[in-house]
Every structure is written in C-alpha cells, then in structure tokens.
C-alpha cells in the first residue's frame, strides 16, 4: 500500500527535478541515506519512507529508488527484531542504492545536520558522504522538537537545496532560525496503511463500565491509635532504684573508709583529739568541767 505521503513526496520530487538537474542526469533517480538499520525515531521513520519507495517503484518502472545506510552504525540486535516481511523490500532498496547511478539523482540526507557534509562524525564522510559529490538535488531531511533551531544547523540546512520538516510547526521555526523560506517543504510523516487502517475496521465494542458504588451515609470512625506499651510496674522501679542508690552509697563509704586508713593522723591516740587536748591544757574538761591531768606512767 501507498500513501498519500509517499505519493505527494514523489510527485514533489520529479516536478523538482527537472529545476535542478541538467539534462545528462538520471533525474528518476532518487536516494534515500539514513540511518535504517539503526533504530530510533529517525530509523523508524525512514523505514516507512523505504517501504512507501519499493511500492513505488513496483508501480512506476521508470522509477530507480534505492537506500543506503547512513548517519549511525548498524545495530544487529535491531536487524533481528526486524518483521520478515520487511526484508525483501530491503534488499531490494539496498541493492539498487549500491548502484552509481543511484547518487546522480535526487539524494535525501535523512538525519540531524550534524551530519551532513562536512560531518562532526568521524569516518562518515570517508564511508557515506551525504550529500554525495555526484548528486544533482541534495535534499536534507530533519526536525528539530522545539521553537528554536541550533545555529549551526541553520548554516547547513542553507547549503542544502531544499529542507524537507514533517509539519507547519517545524518550517516556521526553521524560518525563523534563518533558514531561507523558499527552501523548507513541509513533507509529513509515512504511514503504513496496511496496518493502520480505521477506515477498513469496526471500532471494538467495550464492556460497559461498573455503577459508582454509593458512598455510605455515616463516614466510617478512623481505628483507634494503638495502646501505648505497658508501664513498668512501681514496686519494680523502687526496687531498681533503690539497687543503683545503694550500690552508689556502698562504694562511697568503702572509698570513704579506704581514705581514712591512708590519710596521715592528726591527733594521738593517747592525748585524744586536737580539740580535746587543747581545752585540757586550758583547764577545761570535754564538757565543761575542769579537767584532770592524768600523771604519766613512768616506762
């Protein structure tokens, strides 16, 4: 199946042709460099473009369509996730792209501008130059998802002779880049109309939905907080603290015990204390009365 978009894509294409390209040209000639093989926004897209070219080529004979691999290596991964219904058309395309004559034509460079001749990728212009130097129409496909464009893209987008975006959206933020105008065609996106096709189809029929549960009268009470942990019991606790105070009060006095043996002695055992032996020698006993001096033993 064909699209609109691929249809109108290829009627753009020859009418501008014959603008660009001098007479010894294969103006029928169109190629397709992207990024195929590769996966991403820009490879799905171009694989939708490369199916819409092999339908065309099977319904115009004059047509010589081809694609190559462009921008981005191949991932392999990718290749074997591809459905095998794609593969024929791929061969084919890469085929007649293989061909020399395939580059003297309409050649569109399907990737960010980056990578346009002179590419910022190392080994692309070696490999794959696109454009390439035999092109007649160079045509840049790209797009940019916001209101303003990088300036370098601006420089090369302007060395291109036309720039094909997918929307009005991208060719006037593309204008007001400094792209010229009269360069930026609005080319949309590919469709496969073979799987996508509402018109051919009944919409599907869906059960209908449940009826609202009715929402109680009386809101529900929150559940209550939990119980908090069971205080220790108050017999317990004395007991506890008595235990600490008492180990506390225990190596006090043995501490305490301990200086008094270790401490040097003020008073005599015999005369008794600092005190007492003062007031005797006054005169005075321990309570008041007069005291008695006791006569010494003699040795």
Not at 84 to 110: E, M, N, T, W, Y
Not at 235 to 247: F, I, K, L, N
Request: aromatic fraction near 8%; include cysteine.
């Amino acid at each position: 199946p064909v699209s609109h978009t691929h249809t109108h894509m290829h009627a753009h294409a020859h009418a501008h042709a014959h603008a660009y390209m001098p007479p010894n040209h294969h103006h029928d000639a169109l190629l397709w460099m992207a990024p195929l093989l590769s996966g991403g926004g820009y490879s799905s897209e171009s694989l939708g473009f490369a199916l819409g070219l092999h339908n065309l080529t099977r319904l115009d004979g004059g047509l010589m369509a081809g694609v190559r691999q462009f921008g981005e290596p191949q991932d392999e991964s990718f290749v074997e996730g591809l459905p095998k219904a794609l593969i024929p058309p791929l061969r084919h395309l890469f085929g007649a792209g293989a061909s020399q004559d395939a580059a003297s034509g309409v050649v569109v460079c399907h990737s960010t501008p980056d990578a346009w001749v002179p590419s910022k990728f190392e080994g692309w212009d070696e490999l794959e130059p696109c454009p390439p130097p035999t092109a007649a129409v160079s045509v840049g496909r790209t797009m940019f998802e916001t209101d303003s464009v990088p300036r370098e893209w601006v420089e090369r987008c302007s060395r291109m002779d036309e720039v094909w975006v997918p929307t009005h959206f991208h060719a006037e933020a593309f204008a007001a880049a400094g792209v010229p105008r009269e360069r930026l065609f609005v080319i949309g996106e590919p469709v496969d109309t073979a799987f996508f096709r509402p018109g051919r189809l009944k919409p599907m029929r869906l059960p209908p939905l449940p009826p609202p549960s009715t929402p109680p009268l009386t809101p529900t009470p929150p559940p209550p907080p939990p119980p908090p942990p069971p205080a220790q019991p108050r017999a317990a606790a004395e007991r506890w603290s008595r235990r600490v105070s008492g180990s506390r009060g225990s190596c006090e006095r043995r501490w305490r015990r301990q200086r008094r043996r270790t401490r040097p002695r003020r008073w005599s055992w015999r005369a008794g204390s600092s005190a007492r032996s003062a007031r005797r020698r006054r005169g005075g006993g321990s309570r008041g009365r007069p005291g008695r001096l006791r006569p010494l033993r003699e040795a």
